[in-house]
């Protein structure tokens, strides 16, 4: 079946702007995360849905960082006016459920630049 | 805090010789350790988790609490297992912490 999917896959925008990230995850898969890997931090988490709910927004880094998530489906991440520290490759990933052990499955992933 | 740290950034070894990358992890509770893998161009995807207990493509790792760490092993090494290798820790939530990721490189 379909795996999770991103898009767009690369992204370059003028700092300052704002952009938006989309994920469709696995059918059926109740579980969302996005993920932030950028050069020399390693993989980041940001934000973990379980349904259309964020019970942990903790990494999230700033307040110009924001998603959400509806029909317990497709999310979005938005990161306004951004910075050049911003640039990264955005990752998302399902899970069929929260609680411990379940497998997460990632999706290719948006490659950001902000210049 | 939760930390898992994978000192080495690069692994370098030839075809046939066995391969060790490093994990070690900081949680205070019981964790569930697992290893992802990206290949050249290709998505992250779980490799192994250690409540599995299982061997993938060669691979195993063994969780040591007593030594916090969970090195993935493989005696004899592939060109195909060279990757990037991410361990991450997954404690009492359900986000994973990842490690900056080991690269191996299998030379023929």
């Known amino acids: 079946g379909a795996g999770v999917s991103q898009s767009p896959s690369n992204k370059v925008t003028e700092k300052g702007k704002d952009v938006e990230l989309r994920c469709d995850p696995i059918?059926?898969?109740?579980?969302l995360y996005w993920y932030r890997q950028s050069l020399g931090q390693g993989l980041e988490f940001l934000i973990y849905f379980q349904g259309n709910s964020a019970p942990d927004k903790s990494g999230l880094p700033s307040d110009r960082f924001s998603a959400e998530r509806t029909g317990g489906s497709v999310s979005t991440l938005t990161i306004q006016r951004t910075q050049q520290e911003d640039s990264a490759v955005y990752l998302c990933?399902?899970?069929?459920?929260?609680?411990?052990?379940?497998?997460?499955?990632f999706g290719p992933g948006t490659r950001l630049l902000v210049l | 805090a939760q930390r898992v740290t994978q000192p080495e950034k690069l692994l370098s070894v030839f075809k046939g010789a066995p391969v060790e990358l490093k994990c070690n992890y900081s949680?205070?509770?019981?964790?569930?350790l697992f290893w992802y893998v990206q290949y050249s161009r290709q998505r992250l995807q779980l490799l192994l988790r250690h409540i599995s207990r299982e061997s993938i493509k060669g691979f195993t790792a063994d969780l040591n609490k007593g030594e916090t760490s969970f090195h993935l092993k493989k005696p004899f090494a592939q060109e195909e297992d060279s990757a990037m290798y991410y361990c991450?820790?997954?404690?009492?939530?359900?986000?994973?912490?990842f490690g900056t990721g080991t690269r191996l490189q299998v030379f023929p």
């Open positions: 059918s059926g898969h109740t579980a």
């Open positions: 949680y205070s509770g019981s964790p569930e």
């Open positions: 991450a820790l997954s404690g009492n939530t359900d986000k994973l912490i």
């Open positions: 990933a399902s899970s069929q459920g929260g609680g411990l052990g379940k497998t997460q499955y």
